[in-house]
Every structure is written in structure tokens, then in C-alpha cells.
């Protein structure tokens, strides 16, 4: 059984820091790519960011860019999202998510349709 599991959610000042982890077990991902969608009360989900299974193809969203960072530990079926410089409107429930894949992509998917397994959520709130 595959599972993904967010953790490092919390409650932060603006300006603030917080690093997401996700772990997966029930498969190996190392060839799969990984992402973070986030969802706000009201709101639909919407990209954040995505890294293949080599790490060297990552992307962002515009909203995004220059203040979160992914990265990903194959060894431990671990996927990150480093957020720096936090803002109220970064406010949502924040999901990782994994595209199975049998070979090593050069493609960071950025569509909620492409992915096929979804952690829980982790609650991410940003006090103005």
C-alpha cells in the first residue's frame, strides 16, 4: 500500500520559515517525480512546486518562485519544501504527491491530473 505523510506544518509569522517533509513508503520513488499542491479555504488546489526523480528538474509556481525551495532524498523516500519568507496569502493545507514512473524523466509535472498517489495535508498558517 502506497502512503505519502506530510509533517513540518505549523504556525508562522510573516516573514517567518517553515520546512515540509514528506515520506513515502509502499513503493520505491526514486524515478518518480514528486510535488507539493497547496489548497486555501475556498479555494481550489493549485501547484506549488515539482522535482524529478534525478533532482535535476525542478519548477515553480510564479507565486512561489524565489521563496520555497524542493529538494528530495531518494535513499529515504523523502521529498522537502524549504518556504522562506512566508506570507499570509501562503496560508492553505499544503499536499505532496508523487507521478509513478518505470524510468528517470526530465519533466517536472505541474498538473494536479498527472499525479497519481496524495499525502493528507499538512496545515500551513501564516500570521500577518
Known amino acids: 500500500q502506497v502512503q505519502l505523510v506530510e509533517s513540518g506544518g505549523g504556525l508562522v509569522q510573516a516573514g517567518g520559515s517553515l520546512r515540509l517533509s514528506c515520506v513515502g513508503s509502499g513503493r520505491t520513488f526514486s524515478r518518480d517525480t514528486m510535488g507539493w499542491f497547496r489548497q486555501a479555504p475556498g479555494k481550489e488546489r493549485e501547484f506549488v512546486a515539482s522535482?524529478?526523480?534525478?533532482?535535476?528538474?525542478?519548477s515553480y509556481s510564479d507565486s512561489v518562485k524565489g521563496r520555497f525551495t524542493i529538494s528530495r532524498d531518494n535513499a529515504k523516500n523523502t521529498e522537502f519544501l524549504q518556504m522562506n519568507s512566508l506570507k499570509p496569502e501562503d496560508t492553505a493545507v499544503y499536499y505532496c504527491?508523487?507521478?509513478?514512473?518505470?524510468?528517470?524523466?526530465?519533466?517536472?509535472?505541474?498538473?494536479?491530473?498527472?499525479?497519481?498517489?496524495w499525502g493528507q495535508g499538512t496545515q500551513v498558517t501564516v500570521s500577518a
Open positions: 522535482i524529478t526523480g534525478t533532482g535535476l528538474s525542478k
Open positions: 504527491a508523487t507521478k509513478t514512473a518505470q524510468s528517470f524523466g526530465n519533466y517536472a509535472y505541474t498538473a494536479m491530473a498527472d499525479y497519481d498517489y
